[in-house]
């Protein structure tokens, strides 16, 4: 006689399915603290912190959910879920900074060494890999496994903020650490243009052959600074190759692929595509999660999960840009001496990521439209019918905090409406914001919609 699983019990055996069926990203991202909250006449309920995770598991996951539950129970025949939050005071416990007891500061940690350019920070330890960069990643890795003979070279590509010069350096790193007596070297394609330019003028172009030649591994950084320096391109070809012809591992990265660099040489352009290329593209939405929950424990700094998952939903493409706004959240939080709340976040968020401006009005309006599920057509009209009005308003609301559009040009965007009207509107939507919980969320979905 077999008893039937308690709720506990049926989420831990079914989590097990679910992590089998799941990256591992995405699953510390989007099932830590949930649970069942109750079942009955074969529905469960299943419990999430926020309204994000809510979405994200109807969205994604809610065939995977569906399938381990009904592996363990048949009766079940459909999933629910439901936020449940933690105790107010426990969502308002200020963000703290924990040092470690008797912590030390370790120097020799933070210097670039001026021996080969390297800084000790960027390491494979410290990178976070996701779906995203896992294939640059394991491309760098097999690089240190067999150097010079695996991928030679190895061209890393990606807009900037991507990860590229963390994830290249940690090769050198890694290289430098493992194999001691060999010589490693960093050097962006700018320093190395102007250091071969000034050899040539004071008469010691040998000595820099000689000097760069001697190198066991090369890691040139923003190699797309060279294009349309002929003397430097050749230089470099002929570096390349006696570097390649003795197995001597070589490592570049470049904004762009090398058959879209503009300015290079052919032969050139052919050596960067001989090994491997990987492409870093933007994050995508859990690996903006771990990277943002890393940096955080780098900090020994905490903040509620519902203001990560905010940042990672409004902070998309640069690394960089991410590392900015959680280096503010830290400093805000220290100089207030409590912690930042989402509304914090969403001002710095504003006032220091550029908007993506190359979305039209009418892209604005279909999208804010097709949320509230109203006819794109009736936002031009000249409709009062509510189910109109408050999406049309939204909508002016939006393109005025978002990207900036001035209040007649919106009005005549929008139907040929006074500029009045549309100032109204805007601050209507403004102020309701301020005590109407539900609307400042769908505030915050939208900015997504449009941005994404």
């Known amino acids: 006689m077999s008893f039937p699983l308690s709720n506990r019990e049926l989420w831990q055996n079914a989590l097990v399915q679910i992590e089998l ?24 309920q299943v419990a999430v912190p926020s309204k994000i ?7 994604k996951h809610n065939k995977l959910v569906l399938k381990a539950l009904r592996g363990l129970d048949a009766s079940i025949r459909s999933v629910e879920y439901v936020v449940h939050r933690a105790p107010a005071a426990a969502e308002r416990r200020p963000a703290r ?29 410290t990178f976070v890999v996701g779906p995203f960069n896992q294939l640059a990643h394991a491309a760098a890795k097999a690089v240190i496994e067999r150097p010079g003979l695996a991928y030679n070279p190895l061209f890393v590509y990606g807009a900037t903020g991507r990860g590229k010069t963390h994830l290249i350096q940690a090769v050198g790193n890694r ?30 172009a ?60 052919e032969r050139l352009r052919g050596r960067f595509s001989a090994g491997m290329i990987a492409e870093i593209p933007e994050p995508d939405m859990e690996s903006r ?27 998309r493409g640069n690394i960089r840009e991410l590392e900015g706004i959680l280096n503010m959240i830290v400093c805000r939080s220290q100089l207030k001496g409590k912690g930042v709340t989402q509304a914090d976040v969403r001002a710095l968020i504003k006032h220091n990521i550029k908007p993506n401006r190359g979305i039209s009005v009418e892209e604005v309006v279909r999208r804010i439209a097709s949320y509230y599920e109203v006819n794109e057509k009736s936002i031009y009209e000249k409709t009062r019918k509510k189910e109109v009005v408050k999406p049309r308003q939204v909508i002016m609301y939006m393109l005025r905090e978002e990207f900036s559009v001035s209040y007649p040009s919106i009005g005549e965007k929008l139907g040929g409406r006074d500029h009045t009207t549309v100032i109204h509107s805007c601050e209507k939507i403004k102020e309701e914001i301020k005590s109407n919980t539900s609307l400042e969320q769908e505030i915050d979905h939208l900015r997504t919609l449009i941005h994404s």
Request: aromatic share 12%; no cysteine; net charge negative.
């Open 21 to 44: 069926g799941t990256s591992e990203a995405s699953f510390r991202t989007w099932f830590k603290n949930t649970d069942i909250a109750g079942r009955s006449s074969g529905v469960v």
């Open 53 to 59: 995770v809510k979405e994200w598991l109807v969205e």
């Open 97 to 125: 900074v924990q040092a470690p007891e008797n912590a030390s500061l370790d120097l020799d940690n933070l210097y670039i060494d001026k021996r080969d350019n390297l800084n000790p920070r960027y390491t494979f330890e």
């Open 175 to 204: 290289f430098k650490k493992t194999h001691a007596s060999k010589k490693v070297l960093y050097v962006t394609s700018e320093r190395f243009s102007v250091d071969y330019l000034n050899a040539v003028r004071a008469g010691r």
């Open 206 to 265: 040998n000595s820099f052959k000689d000097q760069y030649r001697a190198y066991d591994i090369l890691v040139m950084d923003d190699v797309q600074f060279i294009a349309n320096t002929e003397k430097t391109q050749e230089e470099l070809f002929h570096l390349f190759n006696t570097l390649y012809d003795n197995n001597k591992q070589i490592v570049f990265s470049s904004d762009k692929h090398p058959a879209m660099l503009s300015g290079l040489e």
């Open 289 to 315: 999660i771990a990277i943002i929950k890393a940096k955080l424990d780098q900090h020994g700094f905490s903040i509620p999960e519902d203001i990560i998952l905010y940042i990672a939903e409004n902070v």
